[in-house]
């Protein structure tokens, strides 16, 4: 589990630190946590970003919503907490989907509802299936799949760091996963919410400025589901 916290307040970010990592070090094998305190550019190095505390608030050239709309693009899949001594800025987070809102001035009684929350949002979306390939067995976390595409009779899974290929029908695959992000837009073709920027009714831009069409029969199912996923 990779945490990163973006405050220029370092002995505030130091506090979030130690109770992130007193909550989640019990709970699983790895948990790095890294402090960003004044080069707010090196976000831009991480490869992986689970869990991001980002003050809203930055007395520097880049300010919080700036940096949550970059992990917004880059991480779609990051869970963004956002920290802020003033507790009107939550308006101006809204332009971002970010998952909870900290108010410093009530950091104890916050602290202890948002990581509970996270850890339940992390139990319900971290599911995995396994998949054999040539003989090789594949871990594939659900919320890590960019897409599914059927090409012929094959169907190439495309996640974060690789692209696989089984012998499926998108149906049989469908069949085994039970994650509601995974929506089927064209006969061939389903792609994960948390990896679009833009979605419509006939069409949707992925994070890398890919666009799909959607099917018309698929269209208001698209549209439903955007809507739930918006409202989680």
Known sequence: MNVVIVDDDLEFAKLIEKDVSQFFSRLYDFVSI?????????????????????????????????????????????????????????????????????????????????????????????????????????????????????????LIIKTIDDELTIHSSLMKFMNQVDYKELVQIERNLVINLNYAKEVMRIKVVMYDDVEHNVGRKYQSNLIEKYEEFLLK
């Open 34 to 154: 890294d402090i960003i305190n004044d080069d707010f550019k090196r976000i831009e190095d991480y490869s992986s970003i689970d869990l991001v505390f980002l003050d809203i608030d930055l007395k520097k050239e880049y300010n919080g919503i700036n940096i949550g709309q970059f992990i917004q693009d880059y991480f779609p899949k990051a869970i963004i907490v956002f920290v802020s001594i003033h507790e009107e800025l939550v308006f101006s987070a809204l332009s971002i989907r970010f998952f909870q809102f900290i108010r410093k001035a009530q950091y104890q009684t916050d602290i202890v509802k948002v990581l509970k929350q996270v850890k339940k949002y992390m139990d319900e979306n971290i599911k995995k299936i396994l998949i054999k390939v040539d003989g090789r067995t594949h871990v594939i976390k659900f919320s890590e799949i960019i897409y599914l595409m059927v090409i012929g009779h094959d």
